[in-house]
């Protein structure tokens, strides 16, 4: 393959625990898509840089816990986000340390849990993505759906399309903070497990909706 990967950037505080393990599940997930690979990384917002992985959700889920050499910390940096093509924090916080880094953050950049739900809806049964492919359905003009855009041939511009669509249809999924991810250094108790199972489902369901809109039309839909 020639083309350079889309590169996807997740997003923790200290970058030992929740955006490497996110980042890893998402890299897996979307890998062995025809027309396209990715590059999934991870950084923090207070990370100190250096810092190995904490081996807590990777036990959790039952996986191999990175070694060093694979995986230590890194401070995100506004180089970073001008080189990925999405980003996808793990909570609120995270998210207006990026847009103040960088303004290109603000369009590219959807917490895990928005993402999620935002793919998820547009890939569902007569939502956006459907309009996207039979834009001729006797919609009201003022229906939002009549303003959706073609969805492109290659899966690279599928990618780009469904990324803008996130931004076009924020509003209307609501907004609710429960959907942060927990920092498990920050509970009472040991709460490793159940931010594995929030973590894994976010990223199943993003993976999965973002999979039908690269493929979609390829496998009989």
Same mark, same amino acid.
Request: glycine residues 6%; proline residues 8%.
């Given at each position: 393959?020639?083309?350079?990967?889309?590169?996807?950037?997740?997003?923790? &505080?200290? #970058?030992?625990?929740?955006?490497?393990? /996110?980042?890893?599940? @998402? $890299?897996? %997930?979307? /890998?062995? *898509?025809?027309?396209?690979?990715?590059?999934?990384?991870?950084?923090?917002?207070?990370?100190?840089?250096?810092?190995?992985?904490?081996?807590?959700?990777?036990?959790?889920? #039952?996986? +191999?816990?990175?070694?060093?050499?694979? $995986? @230590?910390?890194?401070?995100? &940096?506004?180089?970073?986000?001008? =080189?990925? =093509?999405?980003?996808?924090?793990?909570?609120? !916080?995270?998210?207006?340390?990026?847009?103040?880094?960088?303004?290109?953050?603000?369009?590219? &950049?959807? !917490?895990?849990?928005?993402?999620?739900?935002?793919?998820?809806?547009?890939?569902? +049964?007569?939502?956006?993505?459907?309009?996207? *492919?039979?834009? =001729? $359905?006797?919609?009201?003009?003022?229906?939002?759906?009549?303003?959706?855009?073609?969805?492109?041939?290659?899966? !690279?511009?599928?990618?780009?399309?469904? @990324?803008?669509?996130?931004?076009?249809? !924020?509003?209307?999924? %609501?907004?609710?903070?429960?959907?942060?991810?927990?920092?498990?250094?920050?509970?009472?108790?040991?709460?490793?497990?159940?931010? %594995?199972? $929030?973590?894994? =489902?976010?990223?199943?369901?993003?993976?999965?909706?973002?999979?039908?809109?690269?493929?979609?039309?390829?496998?009989?839909?």
């Amino acid at each position: 393959m020639t083309d350079t990967p889309l590169k996807i950037l997740l997003v923790c &505080t200290a #970058n030992i625990c929740r955006s490497p393990f /996110a980042a890893s599940l @998402v $890299q897996h %997930q979307l /890998a062995g *898509i025809e027309g396209v690979s990715f590059e999934v990384s991870s950084a923090g917002t207070e990370a100190r840089g250096g810092d190995p992985a904490c081996p807590g959700l990777w036990i959790s889920a #039952n996986l +191999p816990v990175p070694a060093r050499s694979d $995986q @230590v910390s890194r401070l995100v &940096t506004r180089e970073m986000i001008e =080189d990925v =093509d999405l980003i996808l924090p793990l909570a609120d !916080r995270h998210s207006s340390s990026l847009a103040i880094l960088s303004p290109r953050a603000r369009k590219l &950049t959807f !917490r895990l849990g928005m993402a999620a739900r935002l793919a998820e809806l547009i890939a569902s +049964p007569g939502h956006a993505l459907d309009s996207s *492919i039979k834009p =001729d $359905q006797g919609l009201d003009s003022l229906d939002p759906l009549s303003k959706v855009p073609p969805l492109p041939a290659g899966p !690279r511009e599928r990618f780009g399309w469904l @990324v803008s669509e996130m931004d076009a249809w !924020r509003g209307s999924v %609501q907004d609710s903070g429960h959907e942060s991810v927990p920092d498990p250094h920050e509970l009472e108790s040991d709460e490793h497990p159940q931010v %594995q199972h $929030q973590i894994s =489902d976010l990223v199943a369901t993003f993976a999965a909706s973002l999979k039908t809109a690269l493929t979609v039309g390829s496998s009989g839909r």
